[in-house]
């Protein structure tokens, strides 16, 4: 059974950072791009941020490029996402999901949720 | 950017109806897909490739469209298909959804 499953997320000052986790499992991770959508509260999707099966490349909207960071580490089938620069717009619920053909999302993790608040 | 328009933003229908949901695209895209999403839960993969149903999606459920025009029909609703349902594409960068469209059970 496939399952991605989120941590780090939390309260952060704006300006801050914070550093999301997604431990995957049930498949073979190497295998597959993945990539992070984040849903401000009653608002609809975003992506965020995508990598590839080796992490060599990664893509970002003007949204995030330039504070937010995708990485993978295939060994321990975990993908990162590291935020800097938080804004309050920033606010959200992220999730970590699998791509298929670098195209559509298959899984969902759960989601992990992310307040920029002084 | 592709910009992707939904319509309606909110639709009511009593169980046993129809009700189609669009999506256009600012321009051309070559696939389209969907998304369910509950109240208080993380999205599903509803339909994918503009018309092929995901895993466990019932075949009441349907997709269709080209071009900038897409569908998601459901040809008789029950009570299980309350959500607010997703458009999303990725044959333009950057990859984009629709702002979603709530579907209430009457």
């Known amino acids: 059974e496939v399952q991605l499953v989120e941590s780090g997320g939390g309260l952060v000052q704006p300006g801050r950072s914070l550093k999301l986790s997604c431990a995957a499992s049930g498949f073979t991770f190497s295998n597959y791009y993945m990539a992070w959508v984040r849903q401000a509260p009653k608002k609809g999707l975003e992506w965020v941020a995508t990598?590839?099966?080796?992490?060599?490349?990664?893509y970002y909207p003007d949204s995030v490029k330039g504070r937010f960071t995708i990485s993978r580490d295939n060994a321990k089938s975990s993908l990162y996402l590291q935020m800097n620069s938080l804004k309050s717009e920033d606010t959200a619920t992220y999730y970590c999901?699998?791509?298929?053909?670098?195209?559509?999302?298959?899984?969902w993790g759960q989601g992990v949720m992310v307040t920029v608040s002084s | 950017e592709t910009v992707l328009t939904q319509s309606p933003t909110t639709t009511a229908a009593s169980p046993g109806e129809k009700v189609t949901i669009t999506c256009r695209a600012s321009?051309?895209?070559?696939?389209m897909h969907w998304y369910q999403q509950k109240s208080g839960a993380s999205p599903k993969l509803w339909i994918y490739?503009?018309?092929k149903l995901a895993s466990g999606v019932p075949n009441r459920f349907s997709g269709s469209g080209s071009g900038t025009s897409y569908s998601l029909i459901i040809s008789s609703i029950e009570t299980e298909d309350a959500a607010t349902y997703y458009c999303?594409?990725?044959?333009?960068?950057?990859?984009?959804f629709g702002s979603g469209t709530k579907l209430e059970i009457k």
């Open positions: 999303q594409q990725k044959s333009s960068d950057p990859l984009t």
């Open positions: 321009s051309s895209v070559s696939y």
């Open positions: 490739d503009t018309s």
């Open positions: 990598i590839s099966t080796s992490g060599s490349r990664t």
């Open positions: 999901a699998r791509l298929v053909h670098r195209d559509y999302f298959d899984y």
